[in-house]
């Protein structure tokens, strides 16, 4: 447990902690953004839309987000909540444009960007409107997001390797309907 998770008002002035092996090299974190390679994610959300993928250096492990030739890439997919329903329980279910299921995401380290919010966290869950290609219908974020999360705020998760737009599917995907003859 972090400071911003017992005292989320801190969030205005200290951004969540992260775990900085996880992120390309150099990854800087800010109150409401994050920047990868000389560039803001929420910037480059808005002007390329979402998903973004902005790829990087990987971190040998250990450290701490230093840069380090080793060749590996890691990157960033920035994604846009479409639908958030609250669970009874409290839990956040959340549709998005991208369907992560079938990359090595590190689901725990999901961040807002784009806004600060002072919620307390919730616990999370990607919803697929369609079983993804793995069968799974949800995704459980290793930690919560703030309670308030809204359509249209931005996400972003670090994944290792080079993932490609086509590794990232779009989420809520339509169904075709099956053709019957006449």
């Known amino acids: ?7 989320p008002s801190l969030r205005r ?3 969540d902690p992260m775990d900085r092996d996880a992120w390309p090299a150099g990854t800087i974190a800010r109150v409401d953004d994050l920047i990868v390679e000389g560039a803001s994610m ?3 959300a808005q002007m390329h839309g979402t ?9 040998v492990r250990r450290t701490q987000g ?3 030739a080793t060749g590996m890439r890691a990157t960033v ?3 846009r909540v479409l639908f958030v329903a609250h669970h009874p329980g409290g839990a956040l ?6 369907d992560l299921s079938g990359v090595p995401a590190a689901l725990e380290e999901m961040r807002l960007l784009g806004r600060v919010s002072t919620a307390h966290d919730a616990p999370a869950f990607l919803v697929h409107e369609v ?3 793995h069968g799974a219908p949800f995704l459980r974020l290793g930690s919560g997001l703030p309670a308030d999360l809204c359509t249209g705020d931005l996400l972003a998760v670090p994944a290792a390797g080079s993932i490609r737009r086509e590794h990232v599917t779009v989420g809520l995907r339509a169904v075709p309907l099956p053709v019957t003859a006449a």
């Open 131 to 133: 079983p993804s290609a």
């Open 93 to 98: 279910l959340l549709h998005v444009d991208a």
């Open 51 to 59: 998903p973004l993928l902005r790829e990087g250096d990987a971190c």
């Open 42 to 44: 929420t910037e480059a």
């Open 13 to 15: 002035s200290l951004p």
């Open 1 to 7: 447990m972090t400071l911003t998770d017992i005292l």
């Open 77 to 79: 997919i920035v994604l």
């Open 66 to 68: 230093l840069r380090i």
